[in-house]
């Protein structure tokens, strides 16, 4: 089993950025694929980002350019780096593990873009 708990999130005025973090620990070796999604309301959770285990990394077209995605193996986190924020953004972000074994979610932190 994966355990993942999401960080860095909070209210940012538009244009603003923010830096999530996801802190993996247990079974890490397996993962083959990591990812944040997030959700709103009413709307299901869709994906934002991931990035494989060879590195290799893949955007919803609605934060290409503005979102990174990176992964630090020696502490075991991934991040998800927020720029030119806008309203629409905003949602409760889920960090994702996906290993051969099963799936892994994180507890979600609240992301708002608001002046």
């Known amino acids: 089993q994966v355990q993942l708990v999401e960080s860095g999130g909070g209210l940012v005025q538009p244009g603003g950025s923010l830096r999530l973090s996801c802190a993996a620990s247990?079974?890490?070796?397996?993962?083959?694929?990591m990812g944040w999604y997030r959700q709103t309301p009413g709307k299901e959770r869709e994906l934002v980002a991931a990035i494989f285990s060879g590195g290799m990394t893949n955007y919803a077209d609605s934060v290409q350019g503005r979102f990174t995605i990176s992964r630090d193996n020696a502490k075991n986190t991934m991040y998800l780096q927020m720029n030119s924020l806008r309203p629409e953004d905003t949602a409760v972000y889920y960090c994702n593990a996906a290993m051969t074994y099963g799936v892994s979610w994180g507890q979600g932190t609240q992301v708002t873009v608001s002046s």
């Open positions: 247990g079974t890490i070796f397996g993962i083959n694929v």
